[in-house]
């Protein structure tokens, strides 16, 4: 099913893009994808944190709160932290954004949802691309474009998520990389050549380098095979360095 999605996804998301060329475009799609996919980890957790304040067995259980007193409780960013998820300011939770889809200035609302992630959460200071506000696209298109994003749904169980967004982000890698022809390689290497590339160094253990990382993907096929081989993931550390900070 995941296959269809994501050809679906692709298709629609290619349509959008009118004339814009596929360079700059998929800064914008593949960006959007993983503002979706922290916000939709924010509010799965957020959730689970709802019903545990609410159950008098659990060790969260918040006595008998209020929704106002719960509602201010669930805004402890530590809650979210201790769990690896990203801390997603109010103003920059996906639905915001998609209330506001149809407004003109959707693009700076984005640009500023990301500068606000950014300041919140120290990892991620300078990564975020925030070209929204001067994306060359028709009028609405990006609107459109965020209406699209939102229907994938990445769930409430983390682990599925993160492997839901693992394949969409690559399956539209390897869709740009085709697009952008030739220039295309500077990011992203088929999955097919990386497979083989792993295969004869059959990593196990110890550091895993790789000096022109691109998109990663050879880090993503080394844990792939270890896991096929009844490897443990601990045995090794990946390191990279990529000349292109975009990518």
């Keep these: 099913m995941i296959v269809d999605i994501k050809k679906t996804l692709w298709a629609s998301a290619d349509k959008l893009r009118a004339n814009m ?27 689970e944190l709802t019903q545990r304040l609410q159950n008098p067995k659990d060790e969260l259980y918040f006595g008998d709160a209020s929704p106002q007193d719960i509602a201010a409780e669930l805004e402890d960013r530590d809650y979210y932290t201790s769990e690896n998820v990203f801390w997603v300011p109010e103003g920059a939770r996906w639905e915001a954004l998609r209330a506001a889809a149809p ?28 070209r929204f506000a001067r994306a060359q696209l028709p009028d609405g298109k990006l609107g459109e474009l965020v209406n699209l994003i939102s229907t994938i ?10 492997d839901i967004l693992g394949q969409v982000y690559e399956y539209f890698l390897g869709m740009f990389a085709s697009a952008e022809g030739k220039r295309g390689g500077q990011f992203y290497t088929p999955a097919s050549i990386v497979k083989t590339l792993v295969a004869v160094l059959s990593p196990s253990k110890g550091q895993i380098y790789d000096q022109c ?13 270890i896991e096929d081989h009844g490897g ?5 550390s990946i390191y990279g360095q990529e000349a292109n900070p975009t990518t």
Excluded at 25 to 45: E, N, P, T
Excluded at 153 to 162: H, I
Excluded at 213 to 225: A, D, I, P, R, T
Excluded at 232 to 236: C, M, N, Q, R
């Design 103 to 130: 407004q003109p200035d959707i693009g700076k609302r984005i640009d500023d949802a990301l500068s606000l992630i950014e300041a919140d959460n120290p990892k991620l200071k300078g990564i975020l691309d925030k």
């Design 21 to 47: 060329d596929a360079a700059e475009y998929k800064h914008l799609v593949l960006g959007l994808i993983f503002v979706k996919y922290i916000s939709d980890a924010f509010v799965a957790r957020q959730t």
């Design 213 to 225: 990382c691109g998109s990663s993907g050879m880090f993503v096929q080394s844990e792939k095979f």
């Design 153 to 162: 749904g990445f769930g409430d169980d983390p682990s599925k998520a993160r």
């Design 232 to 236: 443990k993931l601990g045995d090794v």
